[in-house]
């Protein structure tokens, strides 16, 4: 629905790549050359015993992967995107997996293992079993030539082909071991002390004690060492300690750290993190990304990827080389795979888990708007490359917007959707369709109205088909028709205007000049009544937009800068101040719907250089929210600047998973949080959207959390694909380059 917050009412009463300008008609814009980046995404591994604790992840250069358990040596099996695997018991080569293997690691990227009798491995044709003379030794780091310091509770041993070449006796327990080749020493920590031995001098030495230290590791340039507030940096060659902690991090309570390819990541109890060159995070947290967010261990794996062991289970962090082309296709036939119902762009809900395959494609009060934004996407495609099947996609999809006129018995209405008797899951907004089989959905909001008119517009516009064509123009008159006979009201079966389908004087102008419907509904009827006009020549569209335009004020209405939006005064109607309390981000999507006819089909230069005003006013509120949509949306003015590095951000860090999971940030130190405000912006800077709820272009960005639990799993056909193949089409993004 378009107003989610005022239904209750109801109820109750980077840098990128900007390389060169391209002529756009007569109007430079910037283009982005479409070269590939890294997209990343996870590939999840449960336990098929869940009783199983699980303890360290290493992977080999031939990029097999084992874990330490309490179960003995663990391997994965199967496993691809949003297909979890399951990681099971490793029988691969019994002589190790039969050992009583108390600590795994690799050297010189390879596995080695330590028992109760040896440090040992299977590469070097096995030539490597060092014994130490420890009956619980689990914990090592190989050093220089093949020696191992090795820690039995608090006894240490440095040993090389048998041979002890000293030991001693550790103050508290050893929690790890890591090894600095950059100085040739071996870091030791403990619960609340860390030291370091030195092999050439035989010298056991502490140089940081009195924390409560949970991880560390060296870079070869420092030693990092985590607490349960955050972590300290100790520069080498020094062994000064850090005394500053840092701790403006998303998680604080720090479990492991690790370097991985020149990148510091951050295990912690709220998941993990990988430190930017610019210092900020990106974040990895939630069943997005890992099985739990209780991190145990993180490990460099086979294909660039990273091994984040959780204590539910692993995930594998794909980075995968890739073009936003490359992503269209892979979102392309995700769409067509699982999101397609009888032609509608549709939402598979009542998932378990976020196992798309319990659930099931359902209807949505916004099937219109949905599928028409899918729809321009994919004339906007077919414009651009001439595809037959963007060709297919657009019949099939316009088939279905054309029936939503056809099964309901009011000349000119829209339903919202329809479905096969005895499979709604509402009852209210339902009516019988003549055909016995058959129900359509009334209460047709204005949403779904601005919807119909962008795509039908696009279409009769760019699919140079001439049955194609007819149709959306077709479809534009019968609709606007409606509109225009019937005083600008949606009419509904009962005779009375829908709810939100209402752009008549006497109710837009009855609201005061700061509440946003009133400069909202007359900015979409206007472009509606021109986009009518240009593709019928039907006089009456343009006698009624230039009489509610003169007579009544939409014009000055539409220009209203965006800044004198807000709440109404408190001596105004009860209406008024319930559709004003707070910015609504659904009007946002429907003014960028609206701003394609208003501006492409204006009746005049003047009106169009005025209308260009309007969309860049409004334009300049939404640059803090990074909106992929509305940043492309605004190229079609032709002005120079409108954010296309923080459009193509917005593509390139959407997730490929679409999957509605539960999602938290308010937790997190490492952003800078705002207090509440009109439009609310809850923090300084928007977070990735991979970081973020899926959500679609009426939601607000700045929603820190959401709480999905993976029921549901989105369509990237409004979210994503509209956006890249409008920018396509407006050659603002180039085609996909040779690698």
């Known amino acids: 629905m378009r107003k989610r917050i005022r239904l209750a009412f109801v109820v109750c009463s980077l840098a990128l790549t900007i390389s060169c300008t391209l002529r756009n008609g007569d109007l430079s814009v910037q283009h982005y050359r479409d070269k590939p980046f890294m997209q990343d995404y996870s590939i999840k591994y449960l336990p098929a015993d869940t009783t199983v604790q699980l303890y360290r992840v290493v992977a080999d250069r031939n990029g097999y992967i084992q874990i330490l358990s309490s179960r003995g040596l663990l391997r994965l099996r199967g496993g691809q995107f949003l297909s979890p695997g399951e990681i099971v018991g490793d029988i691969h080569y019994r002589p190790t997996s039969d050992r009583k293997i108390a600590g795994i690691g690799t050297y010189r ?215 936003l082309y490359e992503k269209a296709m892979f979102f392309e036939k995700q769409v067509r795979e699982r999101h397609i119902r009888h032609g509608f762009n549709a939402t598979v809900t009542g998932m378990e888990e976020g196992d798309v395959t319990t659930g099931r494609l359902a209807d949505s009060d916004n099937d219109g708007l949905w599928t028409s934004m899918y729809l321009a996407g994919e004339a906007f495609r077919y414009a651009v490359t001439k595809e037959e099947e963007a060709l297919l996609n657009v019949r099939e999809s316009l088939e279905a917007m054309e029936r939503l006129y056809s099964i309901n018995p009011v000349p000119g209405f829209p339903a919202r959707s329809f479905e096969r008797r005895g499979y709604k899951y509402d009852d209210k907004p339902w009516r019988r369709a003549e055909d016995p089989e058959w129900d359509w959905k009334s209460t047709t909001s204005s949403d779904e109205a601005i919807g119909h008119i962008f795509a039908f517009g696009v279409i009769a516009e760019l699919v140079n088909i001439p049955d194609v064509r007819e149709k959306a123009v077709m479809l534009i008159d019968t609709l606007m028709s409606h509109v225009v006979k019937n005083s600008f009201y949606l009419i509904d079966w009962n005779g009375e205007p829908t709810l939100w389908g209402k752009w008549n004087p006497d109710y837009v102008n009855a609201f005061p000049v700061m509440v946003g419907d009133r400069k909202l509904n007359s900015s979409n009827i206007t472009g509606m009544l021109q986009t009518a006009f240009h593709f019928t020549g039907k006089q009456k569209y343009r006698d009624a937009a230039f009489y509610l335009m003169n007579e009544h004020g939409y014009l000055e209405n539409l220009m209203r800068p965006i800044k004198e939006i807000g709440p109404a005064p408190e001596n105004a109607d009860a209406w008024s101040r319930m559709l004003s309390e707070e910015w609504n981000h659904s009007d946002d999507e429907m003014y960028y719907c609206g701003y394609w006819g208003l501006y492409r089909y204006a009746f005049n230069d003047t009106l169009k250089a005025k209308y260009r005003d309007a969309i860049i006013d409004h334009w300049e509120i939404e640059r803090p929210e990074k909106e992929g949509l509305w940043n492309i949306m605004t190229a079609l003015t032709g002005v120079e600047e409108f954010d296309l590095d923080e459009a193509i951000w917005y593509l390139r860090e959407y997730p490929l998973d679409l999957t509605d999971w539960t999602i938290n940030n308010s937790h997190r130190k490492d952003i800078e949080m705002l207090g509440p405000g009109f439009r609310g912006q809850t923090t300084k800077e928007v977070l990735p959207p991979d970081e973020l709820p899926v959500v679609r272009h009426n939601a607000n960005r700045f929603d820190l959390d959401g709480r999905g639990d993976g029921r549901s799993e989105y369509s990237a056909g409004d979210i994503w694909l509209l956006p890249y193949w409008m920018g396509r089409y407006l050659k603002v993004i180039g085609g996909p380059e040779n690698r």
Not at 133 to 142: D, E, K, L, P, R
Not at 217 to 228: S, Y
């Open 109 to 323: 990227d390879q596995m080695v293992y330590a028992d109760d009798k040896a440090i040992l491995s299977n590469a070097w044709a096995g030539k490597l079993c060092s014994r130490h003379q420890m009956t619980s030794a689990g914990i090592f780091a190989g050093g220089a030539d093949f020696t191992f310091l090795v820690a039995d509770g608090k006894r240490l041993v440095l040993i090389k082909d048998s041979e002890l070449l000293w030991e001693g006796e550790f103050e508290g327990d050893v929690r790890d071991i890591k090894y600095d080749a950059s100085g040739n020493r071996f870091w030791i920590l403990g619960i609340e002390t860390i030291s370091v031995f030195d092999p050439a001098g035989k010298k056991l030495t502490s140089v940081m004690t009195g924390g409560s230290y949970t991880c560390m590791e060296t870079t070869g340039v420092k030693l990092l060492t985590g607490t349960h507030d955050g972590f300290y940096e100790t520069a080498f060659p020094g062994s000064n300690p850090g005394t500053e902690v840092k701790n403006r991090l998303p998680c604080n309570d720090i479990t492991v750290i690790s370097e991985i390819n020149g990148n510091i990541w951050f295990g912690t109890t709220a998941g993990a993190f990988k430190l930017r060159n610019d210092g900020k995070f990106d974040y990895y947290s939630s069943l997005r990304w890992l099985p739990s967010d209780n991190v145990v261990d993180i490990a460099g794996g086979p294909e660039n990827s990273v091994l984040i062991l959780t204590d539910k289970g692993l995930a594998k962090i794909m980075f995968k080389e890739m073009t």
